[in-house]
């Protein structure tokens, strides 16, 4: 790519990497880490224009809420309260994908 000074790096990522809910610490860690590292791949390279995406998808049903572990090392178990079941609801509408322009504001 870089010799041909074209090419297009997809990466999957989750909502998670933008916000994060409750005892998902870990999961949500390595997100906003993924998200982070693509982000300055794609500074790195707009110079040989490649373009980097980070696809950032909402919430899918999966056993992650029911392997997730509290703080004491117990087993969380899935059981959602109110906030987290709006969080769900919220970000199950939410898919986003991001190119950011290098030349424009990263905020």
């Given at each position: 790519m870089i010799k041909r000074r074209q090419g297009h790096i997809v990466a999957i990522s989750s909502i998670q990497g933008k916000m994060s809910i409750p005892f998902r610490s870990a999961y949500a860690?390595?997100?906003?880490?993924?998200?982070?590292?693509?982000?300055?791949?794609?500074?790195?390279?707009?110079?040989?224009?490649?373009?980097?995406?980070?696809?950032?998808?909402?919430y899918i049903h999966t056993n992650l809420s029911v392997n997730a572990i509290t703080a004491d090392g117990s087993r969380y178990g899935g059981k959602l309260s109110t906030s987290l079941l709006t969080w769900k609801r919220r970000v199950s509408l939410v898919f986003t994908l991001e190119t950011v322009d290098p030349g424009k504001s990263w905020n």
């Open positions: 860690a390595s997100k906003h880490a993924t998200q982070a590292f693509f982000d300055c791949l794609r500074a790195e390279m707009e110079q040989y224009e490649i373009e980097v995406t980070v696809i950032s998808p909402g």
